[in-house]
């Protein structure tokens, strides 16, 4: 939870997240199979683009207010 999201936006924007986090999974699929390469995604990265977008949402809070 956070300050900075509306209560009627909160459902929407952790959809979002758990969509982009299963998206990048079965890009990586593809990757895998046209590039032979491999990238993985773990938890880890699932916490980290959280903490980025409450970075970056307060960032721009600061700079529209500021």
């Known amino acids: 939870e956070s ?3 509306p209560e ?12 982009v986090h299963r ?5 990586s699929k ?6 032979r390469r491999c990238n993985y995604v773990t938890p880890k990265n699932y ?4 903490s980025t977008y409450s970075n ?5 809070d600061i700079y529209i207010l500021g």
């Open 3 to 5: 300050p900075m999201i």
């Open 8 to 19: 009627a936006h909160s459902a929407a924007v952790i959809a979002h997240v758990c969509i």
């Open 23 to 27: 998206s990048v999974s079965d890009y």
């Open 30 to 35: 593809l990757f895998q199979q046209k590039l």
């Open 47 to 50: 916490l980290d683009f959280i």
């Open 56 to 60: 970056l949402l307060e960032e721009k």
